[in-house]
């Protein structure tokens, strides 16, 4: 039995990286303005350098951004056995959305852009977390029920509090943040693509190592108590490590939702729920998803460009009013 799930497990994850890989390798050469094959083999300018300085960043960026929204979606889920857990549900979100808008409308250095933005959305996704632990030393056992109710509050003083600095703003920064608020896809350079992988990879493959934890934690606190699991220290542990994919990730792309909700939801019907084998699909095929959402959003009306947000929001409003409807 435990080959066979090892087995499954490794053939999953070959599978859902080749997806991943293809997604990487053939969305880039998609677009409104097509490119010149020949060119690229011959690497020829311009067309070279828009797939390698443009579109080929903008891919990678995409996988991991999908990557990590779909395993902290997964990891909520197991952590609240909740369907409806998300970074989105949770406030987690939010949180760091605001956290990025203050930076925003605050910062004017560029060289100090990134981080400082980056240090707001993670100090934003942290404020969450401490509220989560809160609840948890309060209470004596965590409720989902009350964690997304509290989601929910979040979700809505953070919003008010987004569009009272937007407000506030002058036109060019009142611009800059309703364009980011969109949540959107942009190249980036490839240093900080490795900053990100720095800190997204480490975190994700932590939380595909404690796999086997998140199945005992999933049937229930009293259940994996009773086998010798500290479920309080533990769901500190995935709660910090959810937020900080998320914090992470939305200070560079800003707010995209519903990923943490789609992927794990298909993924699921697909190969099941043992956490051994849905992480690691959720981590390439949230990947993969995404950066299959971007180049719609950038093709589709070519030369206008939707933002990629709009499009997971557009996807991923009805599934969530389904769920609903299902419960």
Not at 35 to 40: E, F, P, S, T
Not at 163 to 168: D, R
Not at 264 to 271: E, F, G, I, K, T
Request: net charge positive.
């Amino acid at each position: 039995m435990v080959d066979h799930l090892r087995t499954k497990a490794l053939g999953t994850l070959i599978l859902f990286a080749a997806v991943a890989l293809a997604a990487v390798a053939i969305c880039p050469l998609v677009g409104g303005s097509g490119l010149d094959y020949g060119m690229l083999l011959r690497q020829e300018r311009p067309d070279w350098n828009i797939f390698v300085q443009l579109r080929l960043p903008r891919a990678l960026l995409a996988l991991l951004t999908g990557a990590a929204l779909a395993v902290s979606g997964t990891l909520f889920q197991a952590l609240l056995r909740d369907a409806l857990a998300t970074p989105s549900s949770l406030g987690v979100s939010a949180a760091a959305s605001l956290g990025a808008v203050i930076a925003i409308s605050t910062n004017i250095d560029r060289s100090t852009f990134f981080p400082l933005v980056w240090l707001f959305a993670l100090a934003g996704a942290a404020a969450v977390i401490i509220l989560v632990a809160l609840l948890g030393r309060a209470n004596k056992r965590f409720s989902s029920f009350t964690l997304l109710l509290t989601g929910i509050a979040i979700n809505g003083v953070c919003s008010a509090a987004v569009l009272l600095l937007n407000s506030l703003a002058g036109i060019t920064k009142s611009f800059q943040i309703t364009h980011w608020l969109m949540g959107g896809i942009d190249a980036i350079e490839y240093s900080t693509l490795g900053l990100l992988a720095l800190v997204t990879i480490p975190v994700c493959v932590w939380i595909l190592v404690r796999a086997r934890t998140w199945n005992v934690l999933s049937y229930g606190e009293a259940w994996a108590e009773g086998r010798g699991v500290d479920t309080r220290s533990l769901s500190i542990q995935g709660f910090i490590a959810g937020a900080l994919l998320t914090g992470t990730l939305t200070a560079v792309t800003g707010p995209i939702g519903f990923v943490g909700l789609i992927v794990p939801h298909l993924l699921r019907r697909l190969v099941g729920s043992d956490h051994r084998v849905l992480l690691p699909a959720a981590l390439f095929g949230g990947g993969a998803f995404l950066v299959v959402c971007d180049t719609i959003s950038r093709s589709v009306l070519a030369p206008i460009e939707i933002p990629v947000g709009v499009t997971t929001a557009l996807l991923g409003g009805p599934f969530f009013v389904w769920l609903l409807w299902k419960r």
